[in-house]
């Protein structure tokens, strides 16, 4: 036998002498708390919408609709040139009317797959929210209490040197 592991030899014991490793042996675990420490980390960050997706799905949406009367016109039989004029307005009426609405469409109409429109939609809503609220923009959930906390350190602070004289 190697390095002292099983039986010095397997006479007499039943056994072939053969050494296994116990699979059902328990590891203990690392020695992690189960909790976090770092609390920063723990806070709620706000996705960001990426504005070059959000475009890309405006302009997307633009040229479906302007394909959408393309096909249906040389579908009717309509000349190149007439189609070209047709899509061309179209198109220009689209740009105008988006570049109006600058995309506040609100969060009803999207689909849980439009993650950047449902981002940007919900950071609208909660600048409504904080206004309505008038809640400033530098508030820093729990300030509050830190506050509060550092306010009574201060008054033990002073009561402690007034006691010492």
């Known amino acids: 036998m190697s390095s002292n ?60 609709k302007v394909f959408d009367l393309q096909d249906k016109l040389e579908e009717e039989g309509v000349d190149e040139e007439e189609i070209e004029l047709q899509t061309n307005a179209l198109r220009k009426k689209l740009y105008s009317a988006a570049d109006g609405a600058d995309g506040k469409s609100g969060a009803r109409g999207l689909k849980p797959h439009q993650v950047h429109e449902l981002a940007a939609a919900k950071i609208e809503e909660s600048e409504k929210l904080r206004k309505a609220l008038g809640i400033r923009e530098d508030y820093e959930e729990g300030s509050h209490w830190k506050r509060q906390e550092e306010r009574l350190r201060d008054s033990l602070g002073e009561a402690g040197r007034n006691g010492e004289r």
Do not use: C, W
């Not at 056994?15 to 296994?20: A, N």
């Not at 976090?36 to 997307?60: A, E, T, V, W, Y």
């Open 5 to 64: 592991v099983g039986l010095t030899t397997p006479r007499g014991s039943g056994t072939s002498g053969y050494v296994q490793r116990n699979l059902s042996h328990l590891r203990p675990r690392d020695t992690i708390a189960p909790y976090p420490k770092d609390f920063d980390g723990m806070k709620h960050r706000q996705r960001k919408p990426d504005k070059d997706i959000l475009n890309h799905d405006r302009l997307r949406e633009i040229e479906v």
